[in-house]
């Protein structure tokens, strides 16, 4: 029997349409931003369409969602999870580099945090159901984050030089509309606490790499590289203000893992469990 068909006498319309291909997503139809985004900068309210990888509670995906969705702290505090990463970058000289987040930002502006924090897509190349995949899949977008937001070329961070530590699952209040609630890889970190009511699944990642810098002022309004002295001395300036995240991974194992750059990072890499703050 054949598929039905529009035929040249029948309209386009979302009726017809929708009959013959209903796995088409309508939500696109319609303006869904909400009353939440009014105010943003543009480019930023953009973003915040783009499509995060939703996870159960052991960082397997479940499905996709978009960006705001993700991030709406009245999600958040219903349960929804998704994974993210935290890329650490150190120089030749063991210095971690920083980078200040632009006051566009809807979630956490103005924050200092660790050099680049950003969420996988749900897209080929960026998903993955197993440790080993979703880890490639957060490498490929480590890549194109420290691109889009530093201005660093790939060829400058290999996805080989990536080290994936850890998973940290966490959640973090940001305004009380906005927030985290990730999965995330990190490589070499560095966090502290600023709240209590933390909770993630973050990538923890390492890298160390001399590179340029070419900050998009979208994203980032300031960059520097510290020592792990100089970054205990901003925690006591009280003008300084530091995302949860990376203030939570400080206080938990980033010196550590710091004091051990040259020494070895081997006992510390590919950690299978979930660590849960």
Known sequence: MASPTLTQTQLVTAQNVLRLFPEIDTRLSSNTQGSELEGYD??????????????????????????????????????????????????????????????????????????????????????????????QGVRRAAQRKLDQELGIEAVQVPLEKFDFLTRIHYKAPSDGIWGEHESKLVRRAICDLLTNACRLVDYILFIRADVDVHANPNEVQDTRYVSAEELQAMFT????????????????????????LDKGLEKYKGETSIRRM
């Open 42 to 135: 543009e480019e930023q309210v953009k973003l915040m369409e783009e499509v995060c990888i939703v996870l159960d509670d052991n960082d397997i995906p479940i499905g996709s969602a978009t960006k705001k969705t993700c991030h709406l702290m009245k999600n958040i505090e219903k349960g929804l999870l998704h994974r993210a990463f935290s890329v650490f970058l150190f120089d030749s000289d063991n210095r971690l580099l920083l980078q200040q987040r632009a006051s566009e930002k809807i979630t956490f502006p103005n924050m200092w945090t660790n050099t680049c924090c950003s969420h996988p897509l749900g897209i080929p190349g960026e998903t993955g159901s197993d440790l080993e995949t979703a880890t």
């Open 237 to 260: 300036d009280k003008n300084l203000l530091f995302t949860p995240w990376f203030k939570l991974i400080c206080q938990s194992m980033l010196f550590e893992w710091w004091e051990h």
